[in-house]
């Protein structure tokens, strides 16, 4: 068996679910079918509620448009015998949908709480619009079976209770299609409603994969495939044919949003196969992404970035001794939920540098403050210096380290255009080479580090 997930634009219009109902009829076999909410729904709903919180009574105008949108799309794509029973399920959560808007209107307080609440609605929806438009599909609710925890005031997947659950409800087969909800999901431990994040409809696919050992898992997106880098950013951008889970996943966490990151890890374990198609073309061959390491001789596999990041460096005699400090550091950050995005070598004597999301560095400096209180003091640390306002590029690829000096070529194109780099450095899986640069000049060293090496690569 396999499961599919279908993203917000390949289930926003009527035209697009009727391409995604001509994909999942024509599956030989038992499915699970994962659906985000209709495209662009979850921003409105996010939205709606920040003016609902805010006194703003056009939240009420809003909801009417969801309601709109949604009958028109039930009117346009589901079969008439199935038309009012749906209209009266995706009414029923409307309205209750509705009474969330008003409690926050009434307080002018939007809890994170109640934003999850609200969010749930728009996978709620659409889930039962997909599974009355496809014969012989039956909708299952993901709030019954994926379990998340609190960690570090977040929630996160309870791996084994989901996996139990996800066995418990859909590992004894009895549908053809059964149709789940991604992105939605339950508190363990208070039965609150939560989520996985946005974009993480991508992840409960994979953990419905991963749990019921299916044969394939596939990403049915708005692009032909995984490519070189984003479309929207590199018009060059080619499809990949093939790539490794560590390419993916290394080219994900640093802001390749086509897959969610944390998806690659359930399937990677269980060496089930990812593909990633298109649904306005179904006939393209898309990506497939096993655990073959790169193959064609190709130098790199893909280039990505993240747009906000902070660099943050110690200055002090203490940076010498390396291994302290690195230990020190990683566990005080780790600790308190903050992953480090790259760790350069020290551009001058006695520092050491590395870098984190820029939605990380508050927590990050402060943490370090704490951890290096004594140093600070006696003067074997002389300070904690942030630098805010950049971004992080990641050359990804299996077969980099047989380019040796690619690192120091990049480097030289940036800053023979004029791009000062301000660090960069080589991940342990030697996959990945990072740069940081200026957040305005991210765009344009893109471009120059993609026709390097995918447009002109003999240059
Ligand atoms: P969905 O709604 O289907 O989950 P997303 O918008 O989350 O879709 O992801 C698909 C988008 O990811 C594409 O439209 C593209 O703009 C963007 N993207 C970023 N990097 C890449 C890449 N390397 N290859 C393909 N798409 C990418
Ligand atoms: N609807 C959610 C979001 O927009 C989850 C998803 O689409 O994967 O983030
Ligand atoms: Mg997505």
């Not at 309205?95 to 926050?104: C, F, K, L, P, Q």
């Not at 989901?162 to 999901?185: C, Q, W």
């Not at 990380?360 to 402060?366: E, N, Q, S």
Request: with cysteine.
């Amino acid at each position: 068996m396999k499961v599919l997930k279908f993203g917000g634009t390949s289930v926003g219009t009527a035209e697009s679910l009727e391409n995604v109902k001509k994909i999942v009829e024509s599956i030989n076999g038992e499915a699970v079918v994962v659906v985000s909410a209709l495209g662009g729904l979850t921003d409105k709903l996010i939205a709606t509620a920040r003016q609902a919180a805010a006194g703003d009574p056009g939240y009420k105008t809003e909801i009417e448009g969801i309601r709109r949108r949604h009958h028109d799309i039930i009117g346009r794509v589901v079969p008439v015998s199935r038309r009012d029973a749906v209209t009266a399920e995706v009414d029923r959560l409307l309205d209750e949908m509705e009474r969330n808007y008003d409690g926050v209107n009434l307080l002018l307080n939007l809890s994170a709480r109640t934003l999850d609440v609200i969010v749930s609605f728009g996978e709620r929806m659409s889930s039962h619009i997909v599974a009355a438009m496809i014969e012989d599909a039956s909708r299952y609710d993901s709030l019954d079976f994926i379990r998340t925890e609190v960690w570090f005031g977040r929630s996160i997947a309870d791996m084994a209770l989901t996996e139990k659950g996800i066995k418990d409800v859909l590992g004894h087969g009895g549908y053809r299609y059964a149709i789940v909800p991604g992105f939605i999901s339950t508190d363990r431990d208070s039965g609150r409603i939560t989520n996985l994040g946005r974009g993480g409809s991508d992840f409960t696919a994979a953990l419905i994969a991963a749990a019921l050992d299916a044969e394939l898992l596939e990403i049915w997106t708005d692009v032909d495939g995984f490519m070189t880098a984003d479309p929207r950013v590199i018009p060059t951008a080619r499809v990949l044919s093939h790539m490794s889970f560590v390419e993916s996943m290394e080219l994900c966490s640093y802001g390749a949003k086509v897959i969610y990151p944390p998806t690659i890890y359930p399937v990677f374990h269980k060496n089930i196969p990812i593909k990633i198609l298109n649904t306005f073309n179904p006939t393209a061959p898309g990506t497939l992404i096993t655990d073959r390491k790169g193959d064609d001789g190709r130098i790199a596999t893909g280039i990505s970035s993240v747009k906000d990041t902070c660099l943050i460096i110690l200055h002090g005699e203490l940076t010498t001794n390396v291994a302290e400090i690195n230990s020190r550091t990683y566990n005080a950050l780790a600790k308190n939920g903050v992953s480090v995005l790259l760790v350069s070598p020290p551009a001058q004597q006695e520092a050491f540098s590395f870098a984190v999301a820029g939605a990380d560095a508050d927590t990050a400096v402060k943490v370090l403050e704490e951890e290096y209180a004594p140093e600070l003091v006696d003067g074997t640390l002389s300070e904690i210096h942030r630098q805010d306002c950049l971004a992080t590029i990641a050359v990804v690829g299996d077969d980099l380290k047989a380019y040796p000096g690619l690192g120091t070529r990049l480097i030289n194109t940036l800053e023979r255009a004029g791009i000062r780099v301000h660090a960069a450095s080589s991940g342990v899986s030697e996959t990945t080479i990072t740069l940081v640069t200026g957040q305005e000049d991210v765009a344009e060293a893109m471009r120059l580090i993609h026709g390097m090496l995918f447009d002109n690569p003999a240059e």
